[in-house]
């Protein structure tokens, strides 16, 4: 291969810089411009494309559009079929009338691993049914500050969490029966800057790098992910796609991956237009293919290509080094059988039926529902909480998201920002729809309104509530979509006109359930009291607005979980894993007060736990844990319970966090049933990262809880 070649396979461009264009503007209906197609793949012999133009297209379209690429690519020297890589993070994001499931976050809630490897295993068929083979999915960064406009794109703030649905997301991907390669981002410490805008600024040290953001990225690596995206952002001062220590001595040398790192958008440009570490393309290039990049994600120019080139003829980069990554590029494309076929995508007629996808995304939309609130008198029995509702008298919706399937769906939904509404799956009904199909339409009063709508608004609807009298309000309240710095905010609380709209209709004492469609844990402890009920929606894809209405309806039992705290103010935020010396620097008489806490979700039935034991009290690193405990269902409805091991180390030489997450298991328990559940948690779970960097586990007290259960043991 010459030199070009070589640094054309390391070169990634995206789509819009080969569509035909006028006035810089892609032409609608998209095509390839021949011209610019053939400088790109066969003059500088790129060897990946990505993303999607601007919008999604049908799988014929992809079809034509990767036919016509890897047909230029067949002119190239060196005939290398082009590697295509797309954002399918919740379903097939950019290909027309597929099935889309939960974001990241509304899976994290389910808490089931076989459930997030279906819904993986489907977006890989679905997508490499149009030929392209690489997906930029999933993001294994932890969402631990509710600021982060990415929040809703991570599996939520626990490390262990984090690293077993990312593990099952990756065998999803990989595992299946189309060849598919995931890719873990964002290489490392992403989202969690010190502003909480996307990338920004970060400040974490090494040991709290390892202890928390590096255990995702670690267990999916083991579990054979093919490719790895570097983190925009910086840590320390040092912009992570010029750190070779993490990028190479870390991800290379110790976790020993040796797949495909990819850069993200435009980021080794940004080495010397917005971090200002290089002087210039050719200074940003060599910084980064030194540092560990093997393919840039240029994408919208020869300007990475060229400077390599240059770079290694004269001799400030080694051929050799070059090489190294060009390897690792092309054993990608072995594995995923484009030398085989060509990269030709798969006959159309063999695209498969969406129908046998819709089971996966809407059962994963129902588990992730999380009941957070549920009191005032049900309709039905006065002793009963609100929810279900019942089918008696009528039930006013509105709110902000109620019409729409784009707030289901969130960011990376037919176009980036998931705004426009002209690429919604067809037929996919949003939550009003959804609650006249469930209740009858006769039994819904529907009032609409959009996200910025006023105090006359409101008091319109106030009128319509007086004039109609339901029994009840839904209230659909949360965000529209966004992702990347688009959702960037000055301030997390509910936007104040949906406050306003809460407090209104409590004055008509018509009893409400807030649904809150959104990413992130907006704060709302000032009007949480004037709500009967609340659910938590997240964003659960082109089936929520059914999961919905099944839960509120009582069809559906909710099992939903929160993966994350939700903070009770805006501006100061503790996750579930606090240090105690936090305690103390909270309000006295608050402590620890979320408005609600990780793992909190309510049912229909009551679960009772008791009987907590352990079959040992004194433990070796290399043993295991075992113990049981009795599950009591005291109510009338089969449980879908989810139970959460924590384990709190009493001293520690690093500080110990209050709690943390060791284990989680769900196990159904039939009305009136007692199920004893038993647990076998590994001693080396209990480990941490020490001062000199060791994940080890350190002798001494510790506790295991469950729910209000607790066990004593000790490390020897
Ligand atoms: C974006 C995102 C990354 C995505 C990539 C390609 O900037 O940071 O998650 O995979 O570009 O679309």
Redesign the pocket.
């Known amino acids: 291969m010459s030199l070009e070649a070589k640094v054309g396979e390391m070169t990634q461009l995206t789509l819009g810089t080969i569509l035909q264009k006028k006035n810089k503007q892609i032409i609608e209906p998209q095509h390839l411009d021949s011209t610019r197609a053939a400088d790109a793949l066969v003059n500088y012999q790129v060897g990946s494309i990505?993303?999607c133009g601007n919008h999604a297209h049908t799988p014929a379209k992809w079809n034509e559009f990767i036919t016509e690429i890897q047909e230029h690519a067949e002119r190239k020297e060196t005939q290398i079929p082009v590697l295509y890589g797309i954002?399918a993070i919740h379903g097939p994001t950019y290909t027309a009338d597929a099935v889309l499931g939960p974001q990241q976050i509304g899976l994290a809630a389910t808490w089931n691993e076989s459930l997030v490897r279906e819904n993986a295993a489907a977006t890989a068929e679905q997508v490499a049914a149009c030929g392209i083979p690489w997906n930029?999915s999933p993001?294994l960064d932890l969402g631990r500050d509710p600021r982060w406009p990415r929040f809703w794109e991570t599996f939520g703030e626990d490390p262990l969490l984090a690293s077993r649905l990312g593990v099952a997301m990756v065998e999803g991907y990989q595992n299946g029966d189309v060849k598919f390669a995931a890719t873990l981002?964002?290489f490392l410490g992403y989202g969690f800057s010190l502003s909480g805008k996307d990338r920004t600024p970060a400040w974490i040290p090494e040991r709290e790098l390892r202890e928390y953001f590096l255990p995702s990225f670690k267990a999916a690596i083991d579990a054979g992910a093919m490719a790895v995206?570097i983190n925009?952002g910086e840590i320390n001062g040092i912009p992570v796609h010029s750190n070779s220590y993490l990028l190479t001595d870390l991800l290379r040398e110790e976790l020993g991956f040796e797949g495909v790192v990819v850069s993200?958008?435009e980021d080794i440009r940004y080495l010397f237009t917005r971090h200002m570490v290089a002087e210039d393309y050719k200074e940003a290039t060599r910084i980064a293919v030194e540092a560990g990049i093997d393919m840039s994600?240029v994408p919208l120019d020869f300007g990475f290509s060229e400077a390599l080139v240059e770079l290694v003829s004269d001799g400030t980069i080694t051929e050799q080094r070059i090489d190294v990554s060009v390897r690792r590029i092309l054993k990608m494309k072995w594995d995923l059988g484009l030398f085989e076929t060509g990269g030709i995508p798969p006959a159309l007629e063999l695209y498969p039926k969406t129908s046998k996808f819709e089971k996966v995304a809407a059962q994963a939309a129902l588990e992730s529902i999380t009941l957070l609130k549920n009191e005032g008198q049900n309709l039905v029995d006065a002793n009963q909480p609100i929810l279900p509702i019942g089918s008696t008298g009528k039930v006013f919706v509105t709110g902000p998201t109620a019409h729409s399937l784009n707030a289901l769906n969130g960011g990376w939904t037919g176009t980036w920002q998931g705004t426009d509404t002209l690429y919604n799956t067809p037929n996919r009904p949003h939550l009003t729809r959804a609650l006249e199909e469930q209740f009858g339409s006769n039994q819904i009063i529907d009032f609409q309104l959009d996200q910025d709508f006023t105090a006359d608004d409101v008091q319109m609807v106030a009128r319509e509530i007086q004039a109609t009298r339901p029994s009840c309000v839904i209230l659909a309240l949360g965000e529209m979509p966004y992702t990347?710095f688009m959702g960037n905010d000055e301030d997390l609380s509910l936007f104040k006109n949906q406050k306003e709209l809460v407090r209104a209709v409590h004055k008509l004492e018509v009893p409400i359930i807030g649904v809150f469609i959104e990413g992130r844990p907006r704060t709302f402890s000032d009007i949480e009291p004037l709500m009967d009920a609340i659910v938590m929606a997240y964003l659960p894809g082109d089936y929520g607005g059914e999961a919905i209405a099944k839960v509120l309806d009582g069809s559906y039992n909710p099992s939903g979980r929160l993966p994350f705290t939700w903070p009770r103010h805006p501006s100061s935020h503790m996750t579930y894993d606090y240090k105690h010396a936090e305690i103390a620097a909270s309000d006295p008489s608050e402590g620890f007060n979320p408005q609600y806490s990780f793992g909190h979700g309510l049912s229909y039935t009551t679960i009772e736990y008791s009987n907590f034991s352990l079959l040992d009290s004194i433990f070796s690193v290399g043993d295991t844990i075992r113990g049981a405990i009795d599950i009591t269902n005291l109510g009338g409805r089969t449980a879908n319970e989810l139970v959460l091991v924590f384990s709190q180390d009493r001293v520690a030489s690093i500080t110990p966090s209050v709690q943390r997450l060791r284990g989680f298991e769900r196990v159904f328990v039939r009305p009136g049933e007692t199920v004893r559940h038993k647990i076998k948690i590994p001693v080396s779970t209990l480990s941490f990262v020490h001062m000199d960097l060791d994940d080890r586990v350190e002798s001494g007290a510790f506790t295991l809880t469950i729910a209000d259960e607790s066990a004593g043991l000790r490390i020897q």
């Open positions: 990505l993303n954002d930029f993001v981002k964002h995206m925009s993200d958008w994600m990347e």
